[in-house]
């Protein structure tokens, strides 16, 4: 196929093209080294070098201070739901959790396995079709920490600020809008990502955590899993996801030369307007899944009449050359991941697309 398709997938999601070529033209033959990157030893210079460029340029896009580690594991995000808790929720403590849909629901679930999680917000009463404001929860102070997931990636929806925990650590799953808008970082005390939307591919999960909670990491935890012994040798404990590291790095790069996360919001702002305007201008041809206060920046879930036609518009948006648009099955209807990568040309083709799908249905 010499054309590239408009890839409006879930995850793993677009990458920048920059990036894929740059990957390409070093795949067989690194920088002139003579092999792959894949096939060179994860202790060499050159491949220190890319983890530490990594780290250093995912510090700067992010404003991290000295206080963080910066960590790279595997397993994905969902080993994270579960190593959270058996790292950082002591025995006799208690964590609270917001549910907010699967992933994060999932995250209470295997916490639950290693100490006392708890529900402390749930949205499944109206089908995940919000987040909620401070206003909705409390906490007594005495939490471990408070979880929640800054965007439901299946639900679509997305906090537009940052919970106020009043002192009590936050710790956030970033998975699907990590790197999409500037955020306050000194606000968590946590942030994991698996890298497959915003970051590069899937096979590096990125862990952030402040540098005083690795004292409670436990000592009878799995090697590779204690984020304190994890830190302490730099990610590299294990050989490292390699490639995917680079490929983060690419991406951070690349991020960092557009001119950082504040130029990547205003255009995931403009790509925002234009798809949510396209629902909201149809006169009621598509309904959006998430409340307006609610809704995602990443991933827009949204719905025509009827399964008919929502199965219509997926089937002739593919054969436009547009992939991805099916809405995840525990929502139905439509969904448009937009992330960092999808450019806004490809919004707009998607919307022109939605407009004349309307015209022909409605
Ligand atoms: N959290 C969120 C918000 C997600 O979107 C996903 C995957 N779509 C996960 C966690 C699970 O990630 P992984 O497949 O890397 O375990």
Not at 27 to 36: I, K
Request: some cysteine; proline content about 4%; glycine content about 10%.
């Amino acid at each position: 196929m010499s054309q590239r398709i408009h890839n409006f997938s879930a995850g793993p999601g677009a990458l920048p093209l920059p990036v894929l070529q740059s990957a390409q033209r070093n795949l067989v033959n690194y920088e002139g080294s003579g092999m792959s990157l894949m096939e060179m030893s994860h202790r060499s210079a050159i491949y220190d070098d890319i983890h530490n460029a990594c780290i250093t340029d995912l510090r700067t896009l992010l404003g991290l201070s000295d206080d963080y580690e910066v960590l790279f594991m595997g397993g994905g995000a969902r080993t994270q739901f579960a190593l959270v808790a058996m790292n950082l929720l002591r025995p006799q403590r208690r964590a609270a959790y917001i549910n907010t849909g699967t992933w994060a629901v999932g995250a209470l679930r295997e916490a639950k396995k290693s100490g006392d999680a708890t529900l402390l917000w749930s949205s499944e009463e109206t089908g995940h079709d919000r987040v909620p404001c401070d206003a909705d929860w409390s906490l007594t102070g005495d939490e471990e920490y408070l979880h929640y997931t800054s965007n439901n990636t299946i639900f679509g929806t997305q906090y537009s600020g940052i919970p106020e925990t009043g002192g009590v650590d936050l710790f956030c799953d970033m998975s699907s809008d990590i790197l999409s808008r500037p955020v306050d970082t000194s606000r968590f005390a946590l942030i994991y990502a698996g890298a497959q939307k915003n970051m590069g591919p899937a096979g590096v999960t990125l862990v952030i955590v402040r540098k005083d909670l690795l004292e409670r990491c436990p000592d009878n935890l799995p090697e590779v899993m204690n984020y304190r012994l994890v830190a302490g040798k730099s990610s590299m404990l294990n050989t490292p996801p390699v490639f995917p590291i680079y490929m983060v790095g690419l991406v951070a790069k690349h991020l960092l030369d557009l001119g950082g996360l504040a130029e990547v919001g205003t255009t995931n702002q403009a790509k925002n307007d234009a798809i949510y305007s396209a629902i909201d201008g149809s006169g009621g041809f598509y309904t959006g899944h998430a409340q307006r206060d609610s809704r995602s920046q990443m991933n827009v879930t949204f719905r025509a009449g009827s399964d008919t036609l929502n199965q219509r518009f997926v089937a002739e948006a593919t054969e436009a050359g547009m992939n991805g648009l099916k809405g995840h099955r525990s929502v139905g209807g439509l969904r448009a991941s937009i992330y960092n990568a999808v450019p806004l040309g490809s919004v707009l083709a998607l919307t022109d697309f939605m407009g004349e799908f309307a015209r022909r249905n409605g």
